[in-house]
């Protein structure tokens, strides 16, 4: 028999799995899981050694129970587990496949924690009583360190809990209620909802993949994402007195008090159920029902006249005349390295170009942008530009989610220059005071005390103690300081801080990023900024947020593919109407959420007195997620803001 080569197997399984997944236990008893062990050999395979069969080892035995149920659970949420050989010997992959039978018919009840690095034992030698040696073979693994705890009691109870409180999330709260919250949120309507955005669009998509899989293992490999444990969160109160049948206003007021207090006063007016039914009837009484529904745009929807670049691949599909694509292109004289303005880099550039590529970064969060096109291409128009276009930007603003708490909490972020920060994101810190400090060489000082100096600076956000909210302080400057030096830095002025900050500093359009993920304990610098003949430049004290993350399909920090650049739809066919967007349309790039469809500035001036209930429809006819889009990243002509690209390899600095 070989057992060893049996034994090997298992040790290479073990250690495969915990490379491609997180390790958990099903719901098996030591005892039962032993005697399953031994009972799967078949008649003649495990004989009597002395007293005991020559499987009926205390070292196995010990492994079995300690490791034979762990498992992980694979994309489609079916379970692999350490059983799961093909060894070349009928005896021992019998009894493996009896295992793994036995051990993945059993629910998982818990993570996989254990107390020590080994378990079980390779080899061991019998002494025996004429001198002679058995050499006995075992089952035997050693657990990755982040497997390994004291205190395994403590972190299997956390994560059973937060299981828990998931699963009563997922199967409790409805799909129309989560809708219409999210609803509620993007269109300004709950006090401090975009605070929970985020996490209700998570939860969101979660909702959906439990949907489709319908397994209990889902809630087991999803327990830790983002919006996982909505439930038990102050906007969760919300989701469940709606998702049981509470009402609108009465759920809603209820959530509000939780979060401001009784002083607070409604700007708006609640968007019902019913006042919706209404506007679709308005709207199907004028005959724009058709009208209304939207879809991503695609390549072959876009006239190749209404772009102003488009790469030799994507143009074959697009509609216009083909003498447009044999265009002779012709090297640009303009010199590499070149900071140079939209403008003239669509009149000098973009003419002589056969390759663009576009640098996105962190903070293009919110400059993702969406184009999209009528279901119905033959409909009436309800726009006030002749093309039926519409588009929708990434949270419905082109600007970063600190500018927007900063804007919110009344700050200026107009500025030449900025240093915002913002914590309790988790909200664990809510006692905790972060203070923004500027310091210059000749001693002017910023801070809580003292908001304004330091040549017109101040300090217009100064947030004391959080509680449950995002916290954010903000100083700006509406002009250029004097010449010198300006130390940022943050103070722990009270409370304990967890899990540090997050930073901006934002010179003359450029925002410089930053995570500090440490307890904050007493000052940290951020950076300083020197001026000099008017000049500012940063010599950054923490890293700059440099790591990649991706967003809307694309890993930021890296150059992508350029397939269109356009203007905004408002600005084709020479029309000028409203404000001008210069748009890059990139390979790849993919929306994960529905997105609205149009916005009432959109609409004809001959709907204007029809604009409420286009507002409300429009909430609610959201554009689905598509395989096939064209989106990228969008820029306002009215917004100061920076973006590297590289044309035919050559690199330039885009100012708009």
């Not at 035995?61 to 659970?73: Q, S, T």
């Not at 080899?123 to 075992?138: A, F, G, M, R, V």
């Amino acid at each position: 028999m070989k057992f060893k080569q049996f034994s090997k197997a298992i040790k290479k399984q073990f250690d495969k799995m915990t490379q491609q997944g997180k390790l958990y236990k099903t719901n098996t008893s030591k005892d039962e899981i032993w005697d399953t062990y031994l009972k799967s050999f078949s008649e003649g395979t495990n004989p009597i050694y002395r007293e005991r069969t020559v499987h009926d080892c205390n070292c196995c035995k010990n492994f079995i129970r300690d490791v034979g149920n762990a498992v992980i659970i694979n994309d489609d949420y079916s379970l692999t587990s350490i059983w799961d050989i093909k060894i070349n010997d009928e005896t021992y992959q019998a009894v493996a496949d009896a295992m793994s039978q036995y051990v993945k018919d059993k629910e998982i009840a818990r993570i996989y924690t254990h107390f020590q690095k080994k378990v079980g034992l390779e080899k061991n030698i019998q002494l025996l009583d004429d001198n002679s040696t058995i050499t006995w073979d075992h089952f035997h693994c050693e657990i990755p360190s982040e497997y390994i705890t004291q205190n395994g009691g403590e972190i299997i109870s956390k994560a059973e809990a937060m299981v828990k409180v998931f699963k009563r999330g997922i199967l409790e709260i409805t799909p129309n209620t989560i809708n219409d919250v999210i609803d509620l949120v993007e269109n300004d309507n709950l006090y401090r909802g975009q605070e929970h955005l985020s996490n209700l669009k998570s939860f969101k998509r979660l909702q959906d993949k439990y949907r489709k899989c319908n397994s209990e293992n889902f809630f087991w490999k999803h327990y830790k994402e983002q919006g996982s444990t909505i439930r038990n969160s102050v906007i969760g109160t919300l989701l469940v007195d709606l998702s049981e049948g509470k009402q609108l206003e009465i759920a809603v007021k209820s959530f509000e008090d939780k979060v401001s207090g009784s002083n607070y006063k409604r700007p708006k007016a609640l968007v019902t159920p019913a006042m919706k039914q209404n506007a679709l009837k308005k709207i199907k009484e004028l005959g724009l029902e058709d009208s209304l529904s939207r879809r991503h745009a695609k390549p072959e929807d876009v006239s190749i006249n209404d772009v102003i670049f488009a790469d030799r691949g994507t143009a074959k599909v697009m509609k216009g005349e083909l003498e447009s694509l044999l265009d002779v292109k012709t090297k640009s004289n303009t010199k590499g390295n070149t900071e140079i303005t939209i403008e003239d880099f669509i009149k000098d550039v973009v003419p002589n170009a056969t390759k663009i590529e576009a640098l996105v970064e962190n903070k293009h969060s919110g400059n993702f942008v969406n184009i999209l096109a009528p279901i119905h291409e033959n409909a009436p128009s309800i726009l006030q530009w002749d093309s039926n276009f519409t588009w929708s930007y990434n949270g419905n603003f082109a600007d970063s989610t600190m500018k927007e708490r900063v804007k919110d909490a009344g700050g200026k972020v107009d500025g030449v220059l900025r240093f915002s920060i913002q914590w309790n994101e988790e909200l664990e810190d809510r006692e905790n005071d972060l203070d923004v400090h500027c310091k210059n060489t000749k001693g002017c000082h910023i801070y809580y005390n003292k908001k304004r100096g330091c040549d017109c600076g101040k300090l217009d956000v100064d947030i004391r103690r959080p509680g449950s909210k995002v916290a954010v302080e903000n100083i700006t400057w509406q002009s250029i300081p004097k010449d010198d030096e300006y130390k940022f830095y943050v103070n722990n002025f009270s409370g304990v801080n967890k899990k540090g900050f997050r930073a901006e500093i934002e010179l003359n359009g450029d925002v410089y990023e930053f995570d500090y993920d440490k307890p904050v304990t007493s000052n940290v610098t951020v950076g300083i900024v020197e001026i000099k003949n008017g000049k500012m430049t940063l010599d950054a004290k923490l890293p700059v947020g440099s790591s990649s993350k991706e967003i809307y399909n694309l890993n930021t920090n890296e150059y992508h593919k350029v397939s269109m650049m356009m203007l905004s739809p408002n600005h084709w066919n020479d029309q000028e109407i409203g404000n001008k967007h210069y748009m890059f349309i990139l390979d790849g790039a993919k929306n994960p959420d529905t997105t609205r469809g149009y916005y009432n500035e959109f609409l004809s001036k001959d709907l204007h007195n029809e604009r409420k209930a286009f507002d409300f429809i429009a909430d609610k006819m959201q554009v689905e997620p598509d395989d096939e889009q064209l989106c990228g990243l969008g820029f306002s002509s009215t917004l100061r803001a920076k973006l590297n690209v590289k044309v035919d390899g050559r690199p330039y600095t885009i100012k708009f």
